[in-house]
């Protein structure tokens, strides 16, 4: 009985199981910070404007 030992599928389970959800994650908090950074930073830019 021979193991072979498989990287591509080590790589495809390490890739589904933690790379992917990681990525996914960071990308959702990207997301999110430049839209709070949108929102937070509208109302000081029109106050300046109307001056």
């Not at 790589?11 to 997301?31: G, I, N």
């Not at 950074?37 to 000081?44: K, L």
Request: charged share 20%; hydrophobic share 40%; with cysteine.
């Amino acid at each position: 009985m021979t193991n072979a030992f498989d990287s591509k599928q080590i790589t495809d389970q390490l890739e589904s199981m933690f790379f992917a959800p990681a990525r996914a994650y960071a990308e959702l908090s990207v997301d999110y910070t430049e839209t709070l950074a949108r929102i937070t930073s509208t109302p000081a830019w029109r106050s300046c404007a109307t001056s």
